[in-house]
């Protein structure tokens, strides 16, 4: 599986929210996004239509909007 690293983190944070990150919480978020994501195929496997994994587009967008709205 591929692990997401801190600088993609980083990177992924300011594009999308021009937000920066430190070095030490884009590890942990890093670290936080993977076993996420290792959890989320666990719960796919159960067919629950009404739960979306944690980084879905819908889940992304709405948060955008929630944190575009702060300013």
């Known amino acids: 599986m591929a692990r997401l690293t801190p600088d993609t983190v980083k990177a992924l944070a300011r594009e999308l929210y021009e937000y920066d990150f430190s070095d030490e919480a884009a590890a942990a978020v890093a670290h936080m996004i993977g076993a ?13 239509p009404g739960l979306q994994p944690p980084f879905g587009y819908p889940t992304l967008i709405s948060e955008a909007t929630r944190i575009a709205g702060r300013k």
């Open 36 to 48: 996420m994501a290792s959890y989320t195929r666990r719960l796919e496997t159960l067919d629950l």
